[in-house]
């Protein structure tokens, strides 16, 4: 561990700051080629939806009102 006041550190014969290399020449990188753009086509939904783009809700007489599924009885009592 340091101590705090590092007084007794020296610089060691030799051991100097090193001397400055060439600065080298900054060549620029080459040019990207470019990617050819992928040509977008619109997809057709597959349920019908309304002007928000949400899907037209549509009854089914399988679920409730929450989508949860109706309960029925097989022996005739309620």
């Given at each position: 561990?340091?101590?705090k006041?590092?007084?007794?550190?020296f610089?060691?014969?030799?051991?100097?700051?090193?001397?400055?290399?060439a600065?080298?020449?900054?060549?620029p990188?080459?040019?990207?080629?470019?990617?050819a753009?992928?040509k977008?086509e619109q997809?057709?939904?597959?349920a019908?939806?309304d002007a928000?783009g949400?899907?037209?809700?549509?009854r089914?007489?399988?679920?409730?009102?929450?989508?949860?599924?109706v309960?029925?009885?097989?022996?005739?009592?309620?």
């Amino acid at each position: 561990m340091r101590d705090k006041k590092d007084n007794a550190t020296f610089d060691l014969p030799g051991f100097g700051p090193a001397e400055p290399l060439a600065p080298e020449p900054k060549v620029p990188p080459p040019p990207r080629p470019r990617r050819a753009a992928l040509k977008q086509e619109q997809m057709e939904l597959l349920a019908p939806t309304d002007a928000s783009g949400l899907p037209v809700w549509q009854r089914d007489e399988q679920l409730d009102v929450t989508g949860l599924p109706v309960w029925q009885r097989d022996d005739g009592r309620h």
